[in-house]
Each structure stands twice: as C-alpha cells, then as structure tokens.
C-alpha cells in the first residue's frame, strides 16, 4: 500500500501514473487511519491549538487532497471506469468529513481553546480560522441531538451524489450529440478556424467531412455565424433541452434531480434553525438575508432593462432590414447581433481572433501579472493528467511561491465551462519533520477553448481573452496568499459573493490597449493589434450589455427565488418560478421547450446554489477596485497595494474590511454603471 501513489503525493502528483485502482484503496486507507488519529485528538487531556487545530488539518488536509486529485480528473478526464470509483467513493467521503464536522467532542476542543487565555495570543488569522471553524461545526449540526445529526448526514451525502449525477448527466447529454455533414455547404458563414476544429473531430472518430456537437467552441460557432438557419435552430433546441425529458428519450434528465435537491437545501436548512436555504447560505457570505439581495438584484435589472429592450429592438429592426429575418427567434438573436455589431463597428469578431495566437496571450498574461505584482510565471515540465496541460511556477524575489497548471481546451470527457480549483494551499507547518516550512500553494486553472487544429497553434477570441485573465484572477487570490493558516488562506474563507472580485477584477485589463497589443501577432504577417481595430473593439465593448445584464440577473434571481421558498409543497414549482422571472426581467421569451434549469451546474452542481448573485455583487467590488488603477499614474505602487489588502490576506478578514483597506472606503456602484455604460440614458 505504500507505493500507491495517492497516498504519497508530493508538491507536483504523478497525474501520468495514477490509475483507476490506485483510488479506493487509497481512499479508504487515508480515511481509517485518519479516524484513528483523530481518536487520539480526543484522548489528549490538555487542548491546544497544536495538539487540536493543527493535528485536525493534517489529518484532513491529506484526505482532502486525495480526494481533490480524483474529483479533478474526474472532471477533465472522465472515463466509465473512474466516473464508477468516484460515484462509488463519494458517500464515504461525505460522511467522514461530515463526522468531523458533528463531532461534539472535537466542536468542544475547539471552543475550549476560544474560551482560554491563549487565544488572544494567537495570530488574526488563526483566531479568524478558529471563529470559522466554530460557526462550520454549528453549521455541520454538532448540536444537533444525535437523530437529526444522522438525518443531516443523509441529507449531505444524498445532496453530494446528486451533484456528481447533474453534472454527469449535462456531460453525458452534451457528449451523446452530434451532426455529421459530408461538405461543408451546410456550414456557409463559419470561420475556417471552426471548420477545421469540426473536421479534426470527425477526423477523430475515424470519419470524413465535419463533426458539429453540443461543446462549448461548436456550439458558439454555430450560434454566431451560421447563415444555415435551420442548422442554427437545430442547435439551439439540442443545448437548451440537453439533460432534460425532451433529449436522449430522457436518459439524462435532471427534472426530478432538481425536485430533490432542492427539497434536500430545505430539509438541511430547518434542520439547522434556517426558515430556508437562502438563509442558510448568506450565514457565511457578505450579504445579511435574502431580501436584500433581491433588491440589490432587482435594482440592477431595473436599470439595465431599458438598456435591454433598447438592444433588443434594434437587433430585431436590423435582423428584419438587413438579414431578412422578419421575426428573430431565440437561434437568430446571437447570429443577427454578431452582423449587426460588425455593421455599427465596422470588425468582426474573427478578424480580431486572427491576432491572438495562445503563446503570445499567455506571454501578454504574464507580463501583466508581472507589472502589476512583480511576479514571474517560468514553465517546468511535469507529469499531467493530458498532453495539452502545462505547468508553471510562480517566482517572486528569487523564491518559487506557488505553482498552477492550465488545461486550456475544449474535449469530450472534459466538463464544460471554466474554472480554477486548488491541489494544495498555502500553510505554515508548527509541527513534524516539516516544523517551520511554508507549504507553497498550487492551482489547476481549467477552460475549454477552441483547441488547436491542423498542426496550428490556437488562437484565441476576446471573449476566451477575457476567461483566460478572470480565471488567472480566481489562480492568483489562492497562488499570492501570505497567510499561514490553511483555513484561512487563498480562496479558503472567502465569503462566496467576494470570491468573484479578483477574478472580474483582472478582465479589465483586456480592455487596456497596451495589454492587447503586447500579446498580439497577426496569423499573416505578426503584426500587432491595430489602435483602430482597438478603438472600434472599445466603442463595441458595452455592445448589447443590457441584454446581457437581464440575462444574469435571470439566473441569479430564479436561483435566490428557489432557495427562498419555506414551503415544501411549493418546491416543485421551480419552472413557474423561472418563467414568473423571465416576465418582470426578461426581455427575451426563449421558447416553451427551453429546459436551461436542466443544464444549470452552477446552482445544482457547482457550490453556487443561493450564490448566484455574487457575480454581480462582487462586479460592484471589482469595477470599484479597478477604478483605483485608472485613478492612479504608478500601476505597480497600486498592484503591490491589492495584493497586500486583497489578495495576500486572503480569508484571514472579512472581505469588506478588506475592501476597505484597499479602497479606503466602502465600495461604491458608480464605476460599474460607468463600465458597463447605464451613466447615459438608455
């Protein structure tokens, strides 16, 4: 057992050697020894923070990174066989980390060292660490009476397996699609660099002609450019009824999924004193209850729903005039919008990608990182979970701080989407034969980019730009961390609607156009982004940002909506929930047999659940953090200055405090209307 690599992971895992059967026994092994250690904690006769917090986040922190490894490859390189141990695992990780969480023994340890003198001698953020992890234990039912700490625990790991079965089923759904053509007739209107990714996928399967699916870069290209307009209504229905009754004669429908996971956020909510999910959720966010979220959203839709209807009504008009299109429908929207921008701005969206191979934007990335922060990015070469995968280090001042892998592109087996999740976090260790090193933190930084065809290198759009840095933001707040205490930092404590504030933050640098200019080179001739191509790329960047504003606030109010209801009776009225939004928001009605709550991962599969709003709440921060730069003549002064107040302290504050460290004051929604353009009169 002891040359099972999982259980001897080091700073960089041997993603190239761990197999399917490594994972259960590992597993299983990781977590009998831990209960056993974690019996001895409870048998030490005195408590203190070293022979308690301390021992307790080895124990968990080594379970938990086992773990994180399977959960990560599970969603980059799924396969029947690991997707089958993972399912299989998952309930037993559940309930460990649920005892631990409900262990009065251990929930009295822990209050024992708060009660002491000692714990004003702890640092901020071990007392900070220890006040969250006091609220977790209330929040894990450790006071609970034993029956209902059983019935919570259920509830958990039920809630845990429906998420892993959601996702898959989007997967599943999204991966069983596919339309093969012979020439590339029915394709008139999309790019070359498409066509070439739709022909290296039939080329895949051993075919000839052209593979179009449901994954991300086949769907936008269709969406976007395709004159065929049947093809586009075809697509359309295959993505927003993926995972539903309506696709696969209901293989993968997520609609009962939905009804029980829900019903699940409510049971575990009363179970915990919460009147419903929602309140359960904001116990650990910034915003205080539900209402004042809902008016927060409903006061920014409120503003950006003239802006919509006025976007809205010129792309008809146009779609009409100039494409012939007397009544656009949902398929014809994106498609009419795309011509339409061209027409106003005079460029096209695959003109400005024709400048942005990925090693130069990788290269312009960093460089920014670097004049923001001093910070280097240097390439090392170590084993991965996939041949496109690459691996860097961070380097500050001559010392290596953190490393992060990136796995840019779009596959089969591969969940869809972007985001950053961590292997390792940041800590001092105080005891062992590590006593005194700094653990340095580690991030998989994880997009699905329009991959590399024919021997080219990828080029990327504006859009997959702007996803690169907001990831690269999500990387840094967990790689540039300062603080010793693993609860505490990074991303670990961050209240979830400030989580986003890092991440929104670094896309505004891909509107600068220095950074653009600096990571561009013509696929023709190398040359640089032109100032005028520029220019019009900026006189477009507000383009259509109304509508998509009322789409965000959709989302966030029907996911706050659901996780508001007290009444059980009423939980399975979620579909008429999201059309009573769609009325007082929406300026586009999507067509009856649209199911997006079946395809909707954030909220049923992704931790957002109640959460959605903090895209927009932490945009306010981040728009507001941003404008510091524009305010400021010595850029490097003002990044050393984030860093310090944001981004290095990590959970270790509230992160109000923390804004207001940075900022100097409380946050203000001036420069997020003044980014997004609702200053002027719609």
Not at 364 to 373: I, K, M, P, S
Not at 562 to 569: K, N, P, R, T, Y
Request: a negative charge.
């Amino acid at each position: 057992m002891t040359d099972n690599i999982l259980l001897n992971l080091g700073d960089e895992p041997r993603f190239d050697e761990i197999r399917t059967e490594h994972i259960k026994p590992a597993l299983q092994t990781a977590i009998a020894e831990a209960r056993g250690q974690i019996a001895a904690i409870k048998e030490e006769a005195d408590t203190t923070w070293l022979n308690t917090v301390e021992r307790l986040t080895d124990i968990t922190e080594r379970v938990g990174r086992i773990w994180g490894v399977v959960a990560h490859l599970n969603s980059v390189v799924d396969t029947p066989e690991l997707r089958t141990v993972y399912n299989e695992l998952m309930p037993e990780v559940t309930l460990f980390f649920t005892e631990i969480g409900q262990d009065i023994e251990l929930y009295e340890r822990y209050k024992a060292i708060k009660a002491a003198p000692g714990f004003a001698k702890l640092s901020d953020a071990q007392q900070t660490k220890l006040n969250h992890d006091l609220r977790d234990f209330v929040l894990s039912g450790a006071e609970l009476p034993s029956e209902q700490q059983a019935e919570l625990a259920a509830l958990q790991t039920e809630g845990a397996q429906l998420s892993a079965q959601f996702s898959q089923n989007v997967l599943d759904a999204t991966d069983a699609f596919a339309l093969y053509f012979d020439t590339a007739e029915p394709l008139a209107g999309i790019p070359e660099d498409a066509l070439a990714m739709f022909a290296a996928a039939a080329e895949a399967e051993g075919k000839t002609g052209y593979k179009v699916g449901l994954q991300m870069p086949h769907y936008i290209a269709v969406m976007t450019y395709a004159d065929n307009r049947s093809l586009r209504e075809q697509i359309y229905r295959a993505y927003v009824t993926r995972a539903s009754e309506l696709s696969n004669d209901g293989k993968f429908d997520n609609t009962a999924n939905i009804d029980r996971t829900l019903e699940i956020a409510l049971q575990t909510a009363k179970l915990l004193g919460f009147n419903n999910y929602a309140e359960l959720s904001l116990a650990t966010k910034m915003a205080d209850t539900p209402a004042q979220v809902l008016a927060f959203l409903r006061d920014l839709a409120a503003r950006a729903k003239p802006f919509a209807e006025k976007d809205l009504a010129e792309t008809r008009a146009f779609a009409a005039e100039a494409l012939g299109i007397s009544e656009p429908q949902s398929w014809d929207l994106t498609y009419a919008g795309e011509k339409l921008r061209e027409a106003k701005y005079a460029f096209s969206e695959t003109e400005v990608k024709k400048y942005f191979p990925v090693s130069r934007v990788l290269a312009g990335l960093f460089a920014q990182v670097n004049r923001l922060y001093g910070v280097n990015f240097i390439e090392k070469t170590v084993p991965t979970w996939h041949p496109d995968v690459r691996y860097f280090e961070l380097e500050n001042g001559g010392a290596i701080i953190g490393g992060v892998y990136m796995d840019l592109y779009a596959r089969e087996g591969k969940r869809g989407g972007a985001w950053m999740n961590d292997y390792k976090g940041r800590r001092r260790f105080s005891d062992g034969p590590k006593a005194g090193q700094i653990q340095t933190p580690t991030a998989y930084l994880v997009c699905n980019f329009t991959p590399p065809v024919g021997g080219k290198e990828a080029r990327l759009s504006h859009d997959e730009i702007l996803t690169l840095f907001h990831e690269t933001g999500h990387g840094l707040h967990h790689l540039l961390t300062q603080v010793e205490e693993l609860g505490v930092s990074g991303i670990n404590g961050v209240e979830w609607d400030a989580v986003e504030l890092p991440s929104q933050f670094m896309e505004n640098f891909v509107w600068e156009y220095e950074v653009l200019a600096e990571m561009s080179s013509h696929e023709d001739n190398g040359a640089a982004l032109p100032r005028e191509l520029f220019d019009k790329m900026l006189a477009a960047k507000n383009f259509q940002r109304g509508m998509f504003l009322v789409r965000q606030m959709e989302f966030a109010l029907f996911d706050m909506l659901i996780h508001s209801e007290s009444d059980a009776g009423r939980l399975k009225n979620w579909a008429q929930v999201l059309d009573n939004v769609r009325q007082e928001v929406a300026v586009v009605q999507p067509p009856e047999y649209n199911r997006f709550a079946q395809s909707f991962g954030h909220i049923f599969a992704g931790g957002y659940s109640a959460g959605y709003y903090s895209y927009a709440w932490a945009e306010v921060l981040s728009a507001d953090a941003y404008a510091a730069f524009e305010e400021s003549s010595d850029i490097r002064a003002t990044g050393k200055q984030f860093w310090r107040e944001i981004l290095a302290v990590g959970g270790s504050r509230s992160a109000a405090e923390s804004f207001k460290a940075f900022r100097g004051r409380a946050p203000e929604i001036d420069a997020l209307l003044r980014h997004s353009g609702f200053d002027q009169a719609a």
